[in-house]
């Protein structure tokens, strides 16, 4: 009975840190400090190629960013978690408008990419 009972706890404890530690934001690769998650909906080889892009363009420069790579359609959604107030400043629109290009071309062979401006949860603030 003991040993039933040792099982049964342990089966828990496994499920119980498998759901805990998933956080819903896909699969996750690192590059240089920037965590790139990538959903079912898109490939491990498309996120390698733009988490490498990111570190030959300085995006991925050692400091802690986030961002998360799925696909709507055929449309490359490239999600960013940006800081607090920053998607009411419309001066850097143009940056992150020239960001997507910039990955469509380089990364996905010119395929179209949109920029989501994001919360630390990954809630859409503001697409580009």
């Known amino acids: 009975m003991k040993k039933v009972l040792s099982g049964i706890f342990l089966v828990i404890a496994v499920i119980t840190y498998f759901v805990f530690s998933s956080s819903g934001y ?6 240089n400090g920037t965590d790139v998650y990538y959903t079912d909906l ?3 080889a498309d996120a390698q190629r733009l988490g490498e892009y990111l570190v030959d363009s300085e995006f991925a420069d050692g400091n802690g960013k986030s961002v998360q790579l799925t696909k709507r359609d055929s449309t490359y959604l490239f999600r960013m ?3 607090d107030g920053v998607t009411e400043d419309s001066t850097k629109d143009i940056s992150f408008k020239a960001l997507a290009m910039l ?15 994001c919360s630390n949860t990954f809630e859409t603030l503001r697409t580009y």
Do not use: C, R
């Open 26 to 31: 896909g699969e996750k690769l690192e590059f």
């Open 81 to 83: 978690v940006v800081i």
């Open 42 to 44: 898109v490939t491990e």
């Open 103 to 117: 990955i469509s071309m380089q990364v996905f062979d010119g395929a179209p990419v949109e920029l989501e401006a």
